[in-house]
């Protein structure tokens, strides 16, 4: 048995992102441990009416984490402690208590305790542009490999690292069928790169064990099922998805579980 751990910013970020290698994982016997930077305090409201449920939104989130952690097979649930930070650009990111303002060292200290109690064979987080810019995703991916940096320099490294990225193919697929509505409502300052298709993967290995390429789905994206993410393996932790630039998909993320 091993141990997935899986660093996320936000409630919901786990099902979208990475629910399917989460449920695949537990399918297979192995331990799943989600840590989750904040509670989703400032998140956007569409299905509930925003006066209620806006002054408790982090509380009915942590609800909606902890239904969502039973279906996709969490075996521990962990916070860190912050503040949603809110969309880039918005007044909630000057909050002192965010994640996005919290001090890189003092966030990853928090997340190596964690680790230090797991010993996480696969990691898995953001990649550095943060799927869409969201500056706690952004935060998630640079606190993670800090964290795990402070566990190498201890002799504890974790077996892989990996982050979840959207085909840069897929998301241009997604924001041509966007509804005309959803358009207008976008932050304009939201960015929807996606990952480059023919990049996945990240050039000039550092630690050439983390160097397997994986897709946890059949990396397509079904527009009618919404947009896939792929997760893919972080060859070098220093220089982020923008230097990606290897060979074929392959290989199965949960390959390093043993
Ligand atoms: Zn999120």
């Known amino acids: 048995m091993g141990t997935l751990l899986l660093v996320h910013a936000h409630p919901d970020d786990e099902a979208i992102s990475t629910g399917g290698v989460m449920m695949k994982a537990k399918a297979h016997g192995h331990r799943v441990v989600n840590i989750t930077a904040t509670r989703g305090e400032a998140g956007?409201?569409?299905n509930m009416?925003?006066?209620?449920?806006?002054?408790?939104?982090?509380?009915?989130r942590t609800d909606e984490l902890k239904t969502a952690g039973e279906i996709l097979g969490v075996d521990r649930q962990e916070f860190l402690g912050y503040r949603d930070s809110g969309m880039v650009d918005t007044p909630d990111n000057k909050d002192p208590r965010s994640f996005h303002q919290a001090d890189l060292g003092e966030a990853a200290g928090r997340l190596a305790v964690l680790m230090r109690e797991e010993r996480p064979d696969v990691v898995v987080t953001y990649a550095e542009d943060g799927v869409y810019g969201h500056p706690d995703h952004i935060k998630a991916h640079f606190v993670t490999n800090a964290a795990l940096d402070m566990l190498e320099?201890?002799?504890?490294?974790?077996?892989k690292l990996y982050y979840t990225a959207i085909p840069r193919s897929g998301m241009e697929e997604?924001?041509?069928?966007?509804?005309e509505e959803a358009r207008r409502m976008q932050n304009?300052?939201?960015?929807?790169?996606?990952t480059p298709d023919e990049a996945p993967g990240l050039r000039g290995a550092r630690q050439p064990k983390r160097s397997e390429l994986v897709v946890c789905d059949d990396g397509k994206p079904d527009l009618r099922a919404g947009f896939r993410y792929r997760v893919f393996p972080a060859r070098s932790?220093?220089?982020?998805?923008?230097?990606a630039r290897t060979g074929p998909l392959r290989g199965d993320p949960l390959s390093s579980l043993s």
């Open 44 to 46: 956007e409201i569409y």
């Open 188 to 194: 304009p300052n939201m960015r929807f790169a996606g």
């Open 49 to 60: 009416d925003e006066a209620a449920s806006r002054p408790r939104l982090g509380e009915i």
């Open 174 to 179: 997604f924001m041509k069928q966007m509804p």
């Open 153 to 159: 320099r201890e002799g504890l490294p974790a077996k």
């Open 237 to 243: 932790r220093q220089s982020g998805p923008r230097a």
